[in-house]
């Protein structure tokens, strides 16, 4: 279970950058962009979610060899490609301190999938979480 809580406070700890970032780049944005009518992009707008996936790439990479996390192949992808609907279904409902909250849920949860003995566990919890970000994005207004 170390293994579990070592990886939902990196999930969280990388959403919360990924939050930082994310508001750093649109208020970037909205500065460079405040006398332009059209559409305006800044290199930050480009740059910030690639620099951002390649961290999260490293990071979980390393954190999850050294709390024995793996294999490693198999848990960063989901880790990463699925973590944007968590994240986005938190930052709408509660800033991003909900949205570090869901990070690390859904890092705690693929960790667990990972494992032999709690494998239905963790498959299960990652199904509620992706579920559940489902219903809160797509929901009628």
Same mark, same amino acid.
Request: glycine share 4%; proline share 0%.
């Given at each position: 279970m170390s293994q579990a809580a070592g990886a939902a406070?990196?999930?969280a700890l990388l959403s919360f950058a990924a939050c930082r970032a994310l508001a750093l780049t649109q208020r970037h944005r909205e500065? /460079? !962009? &405040?006398? /332009?009518d059209g559409m305006c992009f800044t290199w930050w707008d480009l740059a910030t979610l690639p620099?951002?996936?390649a961290t999260a790439s490293?990071?979980? &990479?390393?954190?999850y060899k050294a709390l024995g996390i793996g294999p490693r192949i198999v848990v960063v992808p989901p880790s990463l490609l699925l973590a944007p609907l968590p994240l986005a279904a938190g930052q709408s409902v509660g800033g991003w301190a909900a949205a570090a909250m869901a990070g690390g849920v859904w &890092? !705690?949860?693929v960790a667990l999938a990972a494992r032999d003995h709690h494998r239905v566990l963790g498959l299960t919890l990652a199904a509620a979480v992706l579920l559940t970000s489902v219903i809160v994005l797509y929901r009628p207004s």
């Open positions: 406070a990196t999930g500065q /460079t !962009c &405040a006398s /332009t620099l951002i996936f490293v990071v979980l &990479a390393v954190v &890092a !705690c949860s």
